[in-house]
């Protein structure tokens, strides 16, 4: 099977990492967001500093930005870039939060991948620090839910013009 040369990272059969050496740096940012749906019970259990686990939102601000600098080490074809910013932001709302993760690079390839592993680590410590009190009493979890990952801006800027 035979691919598209469309793909970087493909060549016939072999998978590769794309070489970068020869791109020049330049300044990167990408944003990503996310949700996770909760019970209204563990929402207010968060937003009073209830939870027995402790602080959801620290945690899981802690937990986003330690996998945007891991990304390389999660996905096979990305690179190790310099990493020069991360922002992990919570909207708290009654029935969820939108947790967004904005990353920053002076690099030779996009930060993309950084921004949404950031925003899925974040939302996945959320759920780890709650999933005893959103658990119904089979053991489900009917109401959590993490969903609408996605990019919603990336920008790159030459170094010159700084």
């Known amino acids: 099977m035979s691919q598209s040369r469309d793909f970087t990272h493909v060549d016939g059969d072999r998978v590769k990492m794309v070489d970068v050496g020869g791109k020049p740096e330049v300044l990167r940012t990408a944003k ?42 999660m996905i096979p074809l990305c690179h190790q870039i310099p990493v020069t910013g991360v922002e992990i932001d919570f909207e708290v709302g009654d029935d969820r939060i939108v947790a967004t993760s904005m990353v920053r690079s002076a690099g030779k390839t996009g930060v993309e991948m950084e921004a949404l592993c950031g925003v899925s680590l974040a939302l996945l410590t959320i759920w780890d620090m709650v999933k005893a009190v959103e658990k119904d009493e089979t053991g489900n979890y009917p109401s959590t839910r993490i969903s609408d990952i996605v990019v919603v801006s990336k920008t790159k800027e030459s170094l010159k013009d700084t």
């Open 32 to 73: 990503a967001r996310g949700t996770i749906w909760l019970t209204p019970a563990t929402m207010e259990l968060i937003k009073t500093g209830s939870v027995k686990k402790g602080n959801v939102l620290a945690t899981a601000r802690v937990a986003g930005i330690a996998a945007v600098k891991r990304t390389w080490d």
